[in-house]
């Protein structure tokens, strides 16, 4: 069975400093893809950055880049000169190839602090 | 990306009584959509995956009979929570994906059920 974990409840962060948000996930898959989405408050989840696992280059959005360690089984999200607009909910999220199931970890809340 | 809106976002009943929320594809037709109930502090639980004319998949331990899942067009999924009960209350969001299976989910605003 997959899991996604997140282990950090809740994270600040001063405006303009960089973040990085920890997730790590199980599978026995080796086809899998891996996402960060952002839940603002009252506002639907939108997707942050995806990754697909047989890339071995780290996905990068803007001021958005994620660390892939496939060994380690390690999906971390760093937010680089981050901003007020930031504040939210972070979910991590796995689903394998061909699947419809998307497994998400927990959530981390993140503050900016201006 | 694809737009997917979902009705009403607050809705208070009283217990015993039943409460539709609809989720609407806007911009694109969905096959599949997705029930997932999120508790607070707590990640987002799949209940069922809705397909466009047929029976919807009810994820283990997920009540088939309280929670109605209709999916009769491309842009429409809804689901009804019969006989709703304070235990029912929640953050009921929906959601669909473009494409393949590895595509990225398109949520909805999230529906928020108090059951009084």
């Known amino acids: 069975a997959q899991t996604v974990t997140q282990s950090q409840?809740?994270?600040?962060?001063?405006?303009?400093?960089?973040?990085?948000?920890?997730?790590?996930?199980?599978?026995?898959?080796?086809?899998?893809?891996?996402?960060?989405?952002?839940q603002p408050p009252s506002r639907q989840m939108i997707l942050v950055i995806r990754q697909e696992a047989y890339k071995q280059q780290n996905a990068t959005e803007n001021r958005f880049s994620v660390n892939f360690q496939k060994a380690a089984k390690s999906f971390s999200l760093k937010i680089s000169d981050s901003q007020l607009g930031d504040a939210a909910m972070y979910f991590c999220a796995c689903t394998i190839s061909g699947t419809y199931k998307y497994i998400f970890g927990t959530g981390t809340r993140l503050k900016v602090l201006a | 990306g694809a737009v997917v809106s979902q009705h009403p976002s607050r809705v208070i009943c009283k217990s015993?009584?039943?409460?539709?929320i609809e989720c609407r594809s806007l911009d694109f037709q969905a096959t599949t959509m997705f029930w997932y109930r999120q508790f607070p502090k707590k990640s987002l639980m799949l209940m069922a995956t809705s397909n466009e004319g047929s029976k919807a998949t009810y994820e283990q331990g997920v009540e088939k009979d309280k929670f109605l899942i209709n999916h009769a067009s491309l842009t429409l999924s809804t689901l009804t929570v019969t006989s709703a009960h304070p235990e029912d209350s929640s953050f009921y969001i929906c959601s669909s994906r473009q494409g393949g299976a590895t595509g990225e989910l398109f949520f909805g605003e999230g529906s928020r059920l108090t059951v009084l």
């Open chain 2, 16 to 20: 015993g009584t039943s409460v539709k």
């Open chain 1, 9 to 38: 409840p809740e994270m600040s962060v001063q405006e303009a400093e960089t973040v990085t948000l920890s997730c790590t996930y199980d599978t026995s898959e080796s086809d899998y893809y891996l996402f960060w989405y952002k």
